[in-house]
């Protein structure tokens, strides 16, 4: 059996990549700064038979109480760059959302505005076909570079097969890197929308470590009446509602805090309250939105 790639740690502490700051260690972390790198650690995980996981801005993440039998990637260097060309943006998948939008704003490139309020990488918005206010994803997605076991290939939105909040990427499987195609605008009308688009968020939202995005997913089941997640979970008594360290927060109901030293299963444990709140006085069934690297009894999740 292969030896470790270079610069491949053992037992590394996972909370501090998380927003939540819950959640054990990783067997096995590497960062991967090139697409040459990022096929060659998967590789190597293939051969060892390891599970693989991903952390971006750790936005949307739980980690086991227990760790993660397997190894854990972050994209750094080359793959966390963002170089406009022309009305493109060539984003490493490590690279951050807001600030992608951001530097469009500057150029005076219109369409990535949406990406302002998603505080996540390029490459996990790509895996789970990331929207906000409007926005659309696929819309200005031009290519992706997915990388794999010892290879990296080139893919269009077609071939990702986008659906709400998802992507048909397969486990092993990592965006390495990836193009928007925007369009010419005024920067300051560029600029004035992400204004707008970050008060909104900071008026309905709550932001900061300790908390992560979206809980749960908008449901399209009629019996809604079109409100979203987090209206439903507010008016089945969840704002503010805690279990062990965990608490909804007061600002938004769909947002779940740390409020002490909480453990993943305290969140597991208050998103199934409030999953069955909402199912008990609506007979809605919610989907959970966040992210789980590591084994992770979510069965109280999906009945």
């Not at 008990?280 to 069934?285: A, L, N």
Request: hydrophobic share 40%; charged share 25%; with cysteine.
């Amino acid at each position: 059996m292969t030896s470790p790639p270079e610069g491949v740690e053992q037992d590394y502490p996972l909370q501090r990549l998380t927003t939540i700051r819950t959640g054990g260690p990783a067997d096995w972390f590497a960062r991967a700064g090139s697409s040459e790198r990022l096929a060659g650690l998967l590789d190597w995980a293939r051969e060892r038979s390891l599970a693989v996981g991903v952390v971006g801005s750790g936005s949307n993440l739980l980690i086991a109480d227990e760790g993660f039998r397997g190894l854990v990637l972050k994209l750094d260097d080359d793959l966390a760059t963002i170089v406009p060309e022309g009305r493109r943006l060539l984003c490493g998948g490590g690279a951050r959302l807001p600030q992608a939008s951001a530097m469009a704003a500057r150029l005076g490139l219109t369409g990535l505005e949406f990406g302002v309020n998603i505080p996540g990488t390029v490459g996990g918005a790509v895996k789970m076909n990331a929207n906000a206010y409007g926005g659309d994803l696929s819309r200005v997605l031009e290519w992706v570079e997915v990388a794999r076991p010892g290879e990296v290939d080139r893919r269009t939105p077609v071939d990702l097969g986008f659906q709400y909040r998802r992507s048909n990427l397969e486990p092993g499987e990592v965006v390495a890197r990836a193009s928007f195609l925007l369009a010419d605008a005024e920067p300051a009308d560029v600029k004035r929308t992400l204004a707008d688009m970050r008060s909104q968020r900071k008026a309905a939202q709550p932001s900061g470590i300790k908390t992560f995005g979206s809980t749960f997913k908008n449901p399209d089941d009629p019996r809604a009446e079109g409100r979203s997640a987090g209206q439903l979970l507010d008016a089945a008594g969840c704002r503010g509602l805690t279990v062990g360290g965990a608490r909804f927060s007061e600002k938004h109901a769909n947002f779940v805090e740390n409020a002490g030293r909480a453990t993943t299963a305290d969140v597991i444990a208050l998103m199934a309250e409030g999953r069955r709140r909402v199912r008990e006085r609506f007979g809605i069934e919610l989907e959970p939105e966040v992210q789980i690297l590591g084994e992770v009894d979510t069965s109280e999740l999906r009945s």
